[in-house]
């Protein structure tokens, strides 16, 4: 019953915790440089420990300062598979070993090294470095990346290792996240599609079956056009679809999800700016989201630094309000007097429960002229999408210029064996 217990108190610091931690990216790579694993995600640690005799837990989170280990490789044909190990702190270590089965690969194993002489999350133990593994409920079809908003806990001995808000992919091809993905059971039992007749679209759990139920993706939002005027004229000028996704613990304890797409013409615009920051309020119906901007001196650089969401949730949810903020991004980032644009889906992690996420986006603050766009820099995400057909082009080019400089040889040689009478 003790043991019980603990393991509930784990479980809600680490949700506590949650809403504090963003979540870090690592790739591994090959050694000409191809990206073979790509991994987004949020890891809480609940470790179970001795200090002068007494039990004690320790709570942390995976750092957005971890290391991709030199461990980690792509895997060589059948002699080894793909490994991601992310170190961090003083001697810990997180691995997931990948295997592949038919059509679909696998986090086959699930490994943590963790080194009891830190006392910086140790208090008082001096045990050395522990080793725990276990399988891990990752899996995906081949050709997708595997994602899944909900938390998915691994129990191990005296530790749990609980990941959320997981965008992941091994066995890459072309160096970037697919298009197409496999979610997880645990999304796809907790939510179902539901065809509203407002304009709010949410998602819930149908309280009658256990069963996987499929889920359609709600269409992409309009985009909408927003702007902060300032003493100095416009300071903030906005395009981008907008787009909520909200996890949330349901009355009968399990996990809904809400999501909401912000309607253009009946969104409400407002914020304030200065010489340093910016901030853009977005209001739909009982909903609002602030993005903050900020002015990096130094570099000229402007950059989403925080994001601020309140919403009101079902009737199914637990709690009715609900909130949840980061104020220690770094997205959306361009030079001051440029805007930046970017076509793919940006998602906006501000907690394991929340996630914004904009689409078709350009936004330039601070230094605008009048009410029209500085010069375009492009996301990242749009260059890896057009370095594909840009080499296929080129592909294709020299494909075609060798066929016809063969063409003409072979028509050189064919004149040369006649005689002109």
């Known amino acids: 019953m003790a043991r019980a217990q603990g393991a509930r108190g784990l479980l809600a610091a680490a949700a506590l915790l949650g809403f504090l931690q963003a979540s870090s990216s690592f790739e591994v790579k090959d050694p000409s440089g191809k990206v073979c694993i ?11 420990y001795k200090s002068n005799g007494q039990k ?12 991709v280990g030199p461990q980690s490789s792509c895997g060589k044909d059948n002699t080894s598979h793909p490994l991601l190990a992310l170190d961090f702190g003083a001697g810990h270590s997180l691995s997931l070993n990948f295997s592949e089965h038919g059509d679909k690969y696998q986090v086959e194993e699930l490994v943590f090294h963790y080194n009891l002489s830190d006392a910086t999350l ?5 045990a050395g470095v522990k080793k725990v593994s276990h399988t891990a409920a990752i ?28 965008t ?53 939002p309009a985009v909408g056009k927003y702007n902060v005027t300032g003493p100095n004229g416009t300071c903030v000028l906005a395009y981008m ?11 009968d304890e399990k996990m809904g999800l809400d999501v909401l797409n912000f309607i253009p013409h009946n969104t409400t615009s407002s914020g304030r700016c200065d010489n340093t920051s910016a901030f853009l309020n977005l209001t739909f119906e009982k909903t609002r989201v602030i993005f903050r901007f900020a002015l990096n001196a130094s570099t000229e650089k402007f950059f989403l630094q925080g ?56 936004i330039q603050v601070f230094k605008i002229d009048g009410d029209k766009f500085g010069a375009v820099e492009e996301c990242q995400l749009d260059e ?8 296929v082009g080129a592909a294709l080019a020299g494909l075609v210029l060798i066929v016809l400089i063969a063409y003409l040889i072979g028509r050189k040689r064919s004149h040369a064996g006649y005689q002109t009478i």
Request: hydrophobic residues 35%; aromatic residues 8%; contains cysteine.
């Open 241 to 251: 679809g907008l787009q909520l996704n909200i996890t949330y613990l349901k009355k």
């Open 384 to 391: 890896n999408n057009m370095l594909i057909p840009i080499i």
């Open 122 to 126: 140790f208090h008082n133990s001096t």
């Open 168 to 220: 992941l992919e091994a066995y890459l091809t072309n160096g970037t996240f697919s298009m197409n993905k496999t979610e997880c059971a645990e999304d796809m039992v907790s939510t179902t599609a539901v065809v509203p007749t407002t304009p709010k679209q949410t998602t819930s759990q149908v309280p009658t079956t256990t069963s996987p139920v499929p889920t359609v993706s709600p269409s992409n």
């Open 307 to 362: 994001v601020n969401v309140s919403t009101t949730l079902p009737s199914e949810a637990k709690v009715p309000r609900f909130e949840a903020s980061n104020n220690s991004m770094s997205e959306l980032r361009a030079t001051v007097g440029n805007s930046y644009k970017c076509s793919a889906e940006e998602n906006l992690q501000v907690t394991d429960k929340a996630l914004v996420n904009v689409f078709n986006v350009q």
């Open 38 to 48: 790509i991994a987004d995600m949020t890891v809480a640690f609940s470790v179970e």
């Open 56 to 67: 004690e837990f320790a709570h942390f989170f995976l750092p957005q300062n971890a290391t």
């Open 139 to 166: 899996q995906a079809y081949m050709g997708t990346k595997y994602r899944c908003i909900s938390s998915k806990q691994v129990n191990m001995k005296n530790v749990n290792v609980t990941f959320s808000n997981v």
